[in-house]
């Protein structure tokens, strides 16, 4: 608003009518002043509500978009439990098929071997017993009545009769080995014939389960790939894998009180004494050492050793198996107690071949190389801990 003011007017001209009206003056353009700045509040005021609402909006609905995240990963790797220990149980079916084969070509090979033999004494027995009977033939002028009967030369006839008993007595003990070359040969034949059916049936049974293997693997790879696609930033990462090595310590804490309480460690002495002694549980680089940084502050506990998957996974030393499960992080895992408060463990494996309570000894396969539990690329993470504590398997293992 604009004052239209003359200041030749004679009025304004006047000193005391000019003091008041510019104290007028000053108050009116104060009043507008006042009344400017609150409406510029006022307009501060709402936008900046406004910005606080949008903030407020964004952050519910990053809240939600986490919330959804999390759930989502949640869902994920229980289906990722899932598809390991379905890669792990047919894993382990498939390598029982396959120790079957092995056995069942093994006694098909020494059945078709005493078969061979069988065959072979058979013949032999025949040629003798035709040599048997010729001989018997060729002497068949002979009565043997006769013989008896013949008193003109006993010593002659003695002879011959004792001859004839002779040759009588070897053609029963060549007939009764004959027969019972024919029924050893009649026994192995029909074991081999079995033998053979029952490899045809395993090897039908292994291609299938192979199949079944291969598709649970294809599954396994889609989920993790799934997986992968929820990115996760370096803090949410270290969380996680907190959460993870908080739990196997705690599970380790329990199985090792368990242990204790059950008398497990019972004969067996610890690895104290075997420093540099221990063979690696399966060969391969070693891609991660212990010690060496994981995520953050976060350090590895034990090394990764890369191998190819399938190969046999050994147990360092003797003892009884306290773990053989899932776990998440380190996907399949078994757990041997040593004795005197050492175990070893085994993690990220394809199949568990042994089970809680089993005794193994030093070298006996225990489980097979994989990549449960999220790993990218297969191998075997391996720790060894005394009295809960993680130490260098290098200081052990040669």
Same mark, same amino acid.
């Given at each position: ?9 004679? !009025?304004?001209?006047?000193?005391? $009518?000019?003091? =008041?009206?510019?104290? $007028?003056?000053?108050?009116? @353009? ?42 989502? !990963? ?15 149980? +047919? ?17 098909? #090979? ?17 040629? !003798? ?9 060729? *002497?068949? %002028? %002979?009565?043997? +009545? ?14 011959? !009769?004792? /001859? ?67 990115? @996760? ?36 002495? #610890?690895?104290?004494?075997?420093? %540099? ?26 090394? $990764?050793?890369?191998?190819?998957? =399938? ?5 360092? /030393?003797?003892?009884? +198996?306290? $773990? ?13 107690? %040593? =004795? ?22 030093? #070298? ?8 449960? =539990? #999220? ?11 005394? *009295? ?11």
């Amino acid at each position: 608003m604009l004052l239209n003011v003359n200041i030749n007017n004679p !009025i304004l001209k006047h000193s005391r $009518f000019n003091a =008041g009206y510019a104290f $007028f003056i000053g108050l009116m @353009l104060m009043c507008l002043s006042l009344n400017a700045f609150a409406q510029a509040n006022t307009n501060n005021s709402a936008k900046t509500n406004q910005q606080l609402s949008d903030i407020q909006q964004a952050i519910n609905q990053q809240k939600l978009n986490l919330s959804s995240t999390n759930v989502k !990963i949640s869902d994920l790797e229980q289906q990722l439990k899932t598809d390991d220990l379905a890669i792990g149980k +047919i894993a382990k079916n498939l390598a029982n098929t396959s120790s079957k084969l092995a056995a069942t070509r093994e006694k098909l #090979g020494q059945l078709s071997t005493e078969k061979k033999q069988l065959e072979l004494a058979k013949k032999q027995q025949e040629q !003798i017993l035709a040599k048997q009977l010729r001989a018997a033939y060729s *002497t068949g %002028h %002979h009565d043997y +009545i006769k013989l008896i009967l013949n008193q003109e030369k006993p010593s002659s006839v003695q002879r011959t !009769i004792t /001859h004839y008993q002779y040759l009588n007595t070897a053609r029963i003990k060549e007939i009764e080995a004959f027969k019972s070359t024919i029924t050893q040969l009649n026994d192995v034949t029909q074991q081999y014939q079995q033998q053979a059916e029952q490899l045809t049936q395993l090897t039908q049974t292994q291609s299938q389960q192979k199949q079944i293997l291969e598709l649970s693997k294809t599954k396994q790879k889609q989920t993790l790939a799934a997986l992968n696609k929820k990115a @996760l930033t370096g803090q949410q990462k270290l969380a996680k894998l907190e959460r993870e090595e908080s739990a196997l310590v705690s599970l380790l804490k329990k199985m090792a009180a368990d242990a204790e309480k059950a008398k497990r460690a019972k004969n067996l002495v #610890g690895l104290s004494k075997l420093k %540099h002694k221990l063979s690696w549980p399966v060969k391969g680089r070693i891609n991660h050492s212990f010690g060496s940084s994981k995520q953050g502050y976060l350090k590895w506990k034990g090394v $990764f050793l890369s191998a190819p998957i =399938g190969r046999e996974v050994k147990t360092i /030393h003797n003892g009884t +198996i306290l $773990f053989s499960d899932w776990l998440k992080g380190y996907g399949l895992v078994t757990v041997v107690d %040593h =004795g005197d408060g050492y175990m070893s463990l085994y993690g990220h494996n394809q199949a568990l071949l042994k089970s809680v309570g089993d005794r193994v000894e030093a #070298g006996e396969p225990i489980a097979l190389v994989g990549q449960s =539990g #999220g790993q990218t690329n297969s191998g075997l993470y391996f720790e060894i801990r005394h *009295t809960g504590i993680a130490v260098n398997p290098k200081l052990w293992c040669k």
